[in-house]
């Protein structure tokens, strides 16, 4: 018992210590705001950090509904929780990994916006002109919550509620920043590539869905994992509401404005996840299989994360390209996985790995500069390689760092603390044996 609570006594400890750090560093602006902004993108981009951030609960209604019953409080938690741990590193150093002065490309200075010194004084960011520095920082944290939050359907049902949360911040600080920073900072790695990325296709899913395949073979599979009852399928459905409604603050809000290109993005993700819906669900009829409630679900986020990456470059009717490919090709790795040992529970990597991968590809295949004056160079289907060789090359390289890495934080989590439940806690549910909750 004194172990286990000289464990619980340094989370504490260092909380404390922050907050102390924050009662001294007040971060109060030097030199008053001068800068103009459109009232209009403002009001926008408020709009698009609130819908971006009711995703995260949206997919705790999502991943809840889908595993056991004795497993929802806590599967849930994994997501809510990410809003509280991700926002605190945001505000202390998170914010200036991603977007402080560059390090070598890879990431930022962690001392740029310390305790978000700067910030609220700070000229606009050169991608956001018309709104405030802070706003556009906040906007950018909704991006980092949701991230870790999609890896958990890969660990549902057998994961430590405090492992999960030292893991997360590795995750943070080790793939997720490293990863933002090379693709959206202009002295980006990738970005000096010319990867484009309008909303978070490589950043976000491909980051975590990668990391949830890692985690899967890692943590290897449940107890119980051939018996596979979900709890609610009405709170799948619940969850793929909210997601689709926040996901146009997040493919529309990256616009950074009220403009005809957030109406474009908000065209494309609207197209491509009715269509990646449809197809999920016929192509499941062609081959015998009714039409489900859970795959019209899957289907809509499928399209949803292969759209995001290309949402602000490529036209409304190959949006519905992109979705359609997506399903199909997310429904045959889910099949493949199925048939697998590994134990993806909520098929994280299939929907949101594949999907991101299947989007940064055909973001190379479809973007045109008609779209979006950020490209520089037309699309594969333009007849131009150039676009679609970096993307190619980015792939790899991002697919090998994410994997390396998230391997690599999972051996170094399940050294300082065990990863998985035992058996007895498995077999009691997570809800119980991690909280003392139960539905």
Not at 310 to 333: K, M, Q, Y
Not at 365 to 371: G, K, L, P
Request: with cysteine; aromatic share 12%; charged share 10%.
């Amino acid at each position: 018992m004194s172990t286990a609570q000289k464990k619980s006594l340094f989370p504490f400890i260092l909380m404390v210590i922050l907050v102390v750090v924050a009662f001294f560093n007040p971060s109060l602006p030097e030199n008053g705001n001068e800068y103009e902004y459109n009232a209009a993108d403002v009001a926008w981009m408020l709009t698009s950090t609130a819908l971006v951030l009711i995703m995260t609960p949206g997919l705790a209604y999502f991943y809840g509904g889908m595993v056991k019953k004795k497993n929802v409080i806590s599967t849930m938690l994994q997501s809510f929780i990410c809003m509280a741990v991700v926002a605190v590193i945001w505000i202390a150093f998170g914010f200036s990994l991603v977007f402080g002065e560059s390090i070598g490309g890879v990431i930022g200075n962690p001392m740029s916006f310390f305790m978000f010194n700067g910030v609220l004084d700070h000229e606009p960011w050169g991608g956001a002109p018309t709104i405030p520095f802070t706003l556009f920082a906040m906007y950018q944290l909704k991006f980092a919550i949701i991230t870790p939050a999609l890896i958990t359907g890969a660990f549902a049902e057998r994961i430590r509620f405090t492992s999960y949360i030292l893991f997360i911040c590795l995750f943070f600080i080790f793939i997720y920043a490293p990863l933002a920073h090379a693709t959206w900072h202009p002295d980006g790695v990738l970005f000096k590539m010319g990867v484009l990325d309008f909303a978070g296709g490589t950043v976000v899913h491909m980051s975590a869905g990668l990391t949830a395949l890692a985690s899967a073979i890692y943590l290897k599979q449940g107890n119980e994992c051939k018996e596979h009852t979900p709890a609610r399928i009405t709170y799948v459905l619940l969850g793929t509401g909210l997601l689709w409604f926040g996901w146009f603050g997040f493919n529309a809000g990256s616009a950074f404005g009220a403009t005809a290109l957030a109406a474009t993005a908000m065209a494309t993700t609207t197209a491509a996840s009715g269509a990646a819906a449809l197809m999920y669900i016929l192509f499941d009829a062609a081959r015998g299989t009714k039409p489900s409630a859970m795959g019209t679900c899957i289907g809509v986020v499928v399209g949803l994360v292969a759209i995001t990456p290309a949402a602000g470059f490529v036209t409304v009717p190959h949006s519905i390209v992109i979705g359609a490919v997506a399903a199909i090709i997310s429904r045959l790795l889910i099949d493949w996985r199925t048939k697998s040992n590994i134990d993806d529970t909520l098929d994280v990597f299939p929907s949101h790995g594949v999907g991101g991968m299947v989007g940064m590809i055909l973001t190379g295949v479809f973007a045109h500069s008609a779209i979006n004056g950020a490209v520089e160079t037309n699309g594969l289907y333009y007849g131009e390689t150039g676009l679609f060789t970096a993307h190619i090359i980015g792939l790899i390289g991002a697919t090998v760092f994410i994997l390396v890495v998230a391997f690599i934080l999972l051996k170094v989590t399940d050294l300082i603390t065990p990863l998985r439940v035992n058996a007895q806690e498995e077999l009691e549910g997570l809800d119980l044996s991690q909280h003392g909750e139960k539905l």
